[in-house]
């Protein structure tokens, strides 16, 4: 299993990973790289292996906010927005006119 995410400090027990709300769990697994596939999101979501703030969450479909945290074994992050100048992560197009 890969991380993308950084280890949390003590100060903030998750660490925030950016993405464009809402998203679903199983999307948010991968796109943070905390799995390498779908496939292994769906396993780890089915079995109970995840929790979304504090509970115990079976449905890949679950829809995440900023805000909400996702636990699993070896990893503890918080869901946060993209901030508008990020266009990296959403390949989102600027509205910028030329001048």
């Not at 697994?29 to 995840?50: C, E, F, P, S």
């Not at 636990?71 to 989102?92: K, L």
């Amino acid at each position: 299993m890969s991380r993308a995410a950084d280890t949390p400090s003590a100060a903030e027990p998750f660490a925030p990973v950016a993405v464009e709300p809402p998203i679903t769990l199983g999307r948010f697994l991968k796109l943070a790289g905390l799995v390498d596939t779908g496939g292994y999101a769906k396993t780890l979501v089915n079995t109970g292996r995840i929790m979304v703030n504090g509970e115990v969450e079976t449905r890949r479909g679950r829809k995440l906010w900023p805000g909400d945290t996702v636990e699993g074994h070896d990893f503890a992050v918080r869901v946060s927005a993209v901030e508008a100048s990020d266009h990296r992560r959403t390949g989102a197009q600027t509205t910028e006119t030329p001048q």
